[in-house]
Each structure stands twice: as C-alpha cells, then as structure tokens.
C-alpha cells in the first residue's frame, strides 16, 4: 500500500509523515495498549515535534534561528 500512495505525493510529504511515526507510535500504544511513555518518553515526542515543525516552516524566522544555532556551534 505505501508504494502505491508515495507515487502521488510529493516527497517533501512522505518525509513529513516519515518523521511523525514515533509519534504515533507511542500515541496508537498510549490508546490501544494503555501504555505511558513517562517524562522522557513524552520530552522525546515534543523534540520531534519540534523538529518537525522547524524543517517544514520556511519562514525568515526559523531560517535565521537555525543558521544562528549552527553558527554556535560551527565558529567554535
């Protein structure tokens, strides 16, 4: 089923949906398992989130975030 829906899709699409899978993951075991992921578990999900959000908003503001934190990191 998946290789016959990535070929109407863009790719920009599949990585997105790629990179939430975590995510639902721990929300579908959260559901239909009752398990809990604790404090780490759930600091795990936002970062990916977070993560997520980050790549896939082109603005100025998360391009020029994103180049300063590298810019940390890479002068040093």
Request: hydrophobic fraction near 50%; charge should be negative; avoid cysteine.
């Amino acid at each position: 089923m998946q290789p016959i829906a990535q070929k109407y899709t863009t790719v920009e699409s599949t990585g997105f949906l790629f990179s939430l899978e975590p995510v639902f993951s721990a929300i579908f075991a959260f559901i239909f398992l009752n398990e809990n992921m604790g404090a780490q578990g759930y600091f795990g999900a936002w970062l990916i989130l977070l993560g997520v959000l980050v790549v896939n908003t082109r603005s100025e503001f998360t391009e020029n975030f994103v180049n300063k934190f590298f810019n940390l990191f890479i002068s040093k």
